[in-house]
């Protein structure tokens, strides 16, 4: 989570104050994974480990990047649904070196992501002002 937040402070230009609240954001869903299942990787493997790294990381960037809350709690869930059943399970209760290297890839595919989302609520707005400027007809062949 911090390389994601220091990746948005130097390429997206965040400020320190908006921090803060991203980190707590990010805290928050990492609370109800832990309230509701593990987040440990000797525990569930990475799944627990990474997944929930990713789910807060992704949450605090919808944060910063102003989503809603809806917008904010479906880019958690997405991110920790793409981490389910991963193949590297805990043995004899140790964390392995692939879930480690997941950390560093998890982050360069959260970049992405959130640039792609950035690009979609672009065109959602893009599209509401079209709509509310001009109804769109349906016609029916």
Do not use: F
Request: positive net charge; proline residues 4%; hydrophobic residues 40%.
């Amino acid at each position: 989570m911090p390389a994601a937040l220091l990746y948005m402070q130097q390429k997206k230009h965040v400020s320190d104050e908006q921090i803060p609240r991203a980190l707590a954001v990010g805290g928050l869903i990492g609370n109800l994974v832990k309230q509701n299942a593990s987040i440990s990787g000797a525990k569930c493997g990475c799944q627990g480990e990474v997944g929930t790294a990713c789910s807060m990381a992704s949450a605090a960037l919808a944060d910063l990047s102003d989503m809603g809350i809806d917008q904010i709690e479906y880019a958690a869930e997405v991110a920790l649904e793409h981490h389910l059943r991963l193949t590297c399970d805990p043995i004899s209760g140790l964390v392995q070196i692939p879930c480690i290297e997941r950390n560093a890839v998890w982050l360069k595919s959260l970049c992405k992501h959130w640039a792609a989302s950035e690009i979609t609520r672009g065109m959602i707005k893009s599209l509401r002002r079209q709509s509310t400027s001009s109804p769109i007809r349906v016609s029916m062949v």
